[in-house]
């Protein structure tokens, strides 16, 4: 928590629930973004078009916050990659497995008042802490 900075973060909150109120009403479609990555492979290239501008949007808004805003990027170390990978995988994995990721169940479903979202968001977020509390207390 040294690093704390509510209003950058709140700004930061926002803007993702802006943009996927905005795809809500006016494209009639969930801004998931497990949902949508898949899609752009799994797809037919003529349901590809949003969601290739939406993943670019992505990487865009990174890219302006690293250059405009001078914000850090974070430092990785090459002995990290292997981990970062299979952490990558089962997140990937678990997405499949509960219908969707932290951004469809956790911003768009709780939005919604989606019961499933509600849940599935409380199941991922209790599942982190304890991975956390597992790595820094007991792992030590």
């Known amino acids: ?62 890219w302006l916050g690293f250059t405009w805003l001078d914000l850090p990027a974070p430092q990785l170390n090459l002995a990290d990659w292997p981990v970062l990978a299979i952490a990558g995988f089962l997140v990937g994995v678990g997405a499949r497995l509960g219908n969707g990721c932290t951004s469809g169940h956790g911003i768009c479903g709780i939005g919604r008042l989606s019961v499933r979202s509600i849940v599935a968001t409380l199941v991922f977020m209790t599942t982190g802490a304890l991975t956390v509390f597992v790595v820094n207390h007991l792992l030590v």
Do not use: Y
Request: charged share 10%; aromatic share 6%.
């Open 1 to 62: 928590m040294e690093l704390f900075t509510p209003l950058p973060a709140l700004a930061g909150g926002v803007l993702i629930g802006a943009a996927a109120l905005l795809l809500l009403l006016g494209a009639g479609r969930i801004a998931g973004i497990s949902g949508i990555l898949s899609g752009v492979m799994l797809r037919p290239w003529s349901e590809r078009g949003w969601r290739l501008l939406f993943v670019a949007g992505l990487i865009a808004g990174g």
